[in-house]
DNA sequence: TAAAATTGGTTTCAATTGTAACCACTGCTG
DNA sequence: CAGCAGTGGTTACAATTGAAACCAATTTTA
């Protein structure tokens, strides 16, 4: 109910904002722009929920995310599955390592790969985060119906197809 | 369905994570990690698009799409117009400067404020990045259906309105 | 009307991040 | 096998970002 101005979506101005040239470009209503500002708020939220509470950042977190539920990856696997690169992922490591979230071992099969797991700590640390995480997105997710928070899911997968498109080939133009 | 029975402004805590192990997290399909990958890859594609054929930083494009429709603006409007905050705009300002894409002139009635407005070549530049900007926008836009476009539009400003609360108050609990 | 507090904006310094170079090891090729 | 390309991971260094201190002009207030 809260919702509706009026269909907001398409491109007619019929500004009272009198002589807008008809390219000007809406900062507010750019889709990039909005991405960035929701994207920071609610990650900045977080990282000083997780900082404030188990002193870890975002990439820290995450690896523990991944390493708690996929034991003995190496940090190369965790490149794959955390859309990090090797340096953000090195750095948290010797974070966690330091922090005795994580342990570190040697593949005998392959002498550089190192297998990492979490610690009795880390998985403490980590059964404590995870409903901390958990409760950040059901009240983010708290905010939509849940008919529009499936919309979101297809919305995402579809934007982000696209966005990686992008990287792949360029804008094609 | 699944996520609420729970008004979301609510503060109960009734769980019974006594001796139950919480659900593992699928970062995955968490969705400030969703929303900082997307954000993430779509400004880096348009970073690159700027520098390459303009030498901005988004920043500093940010604050010239503001001037572009408001001209006279002080370094403070923009903080309010940009959700950037001083340094930032502080920065950009004075990259674009250097430029020649802005000019700054100073208040008379008020001896701290400068007044910027975007310089002739300023305008020039401005005329041609909005549409690569639209562009992207389009490009983006044009992978969902005119229906999801509407969704989108208000469920981001519900996401924003909770995460703002959050900057706010912080998360209750 | 002289402090004191506020506001606009910049500078400084530390922390974070990105890029490239790098070392150690593996695996292939000849 | 020797040599060389590729992989796993770290280090070094530059660029970006954020927080706090700072200067100058303005407003408040006692």
Redesign the interface.
Known sequence: MT??NS????TEFSDPIDA?RP?????EK?????????????????AD?YSARFDLTIPAW?VM??L??FPNLSAADLVE???MDKVAISRAVSILIKNDYITRSEDLADRRRQVLNLSPLGRDVY?RI??L????????????S?E??G??D???E???????D??NR??I?
């Open positions: 919702t509706d269909n907001s979506s398409s807008v390219d000007d470009l809406r900062l750019f889709l990039p722009y909005r991405l960035s500002v929701l994207s920071n708020r609610v990650s900045n939220a977080i929920a995450r995310a991944i708690g539920r599955q955390t859309a059964d995870v409903p995480a958990q409760q950040y997105e059901n009240d983010l997710m708290g905010s939509l849940a529009e928070r919309q979101l297809s919305i995402i579809k934007l982000m197809t696209r966005a990686q992008w990287a360029g804008l133009d």
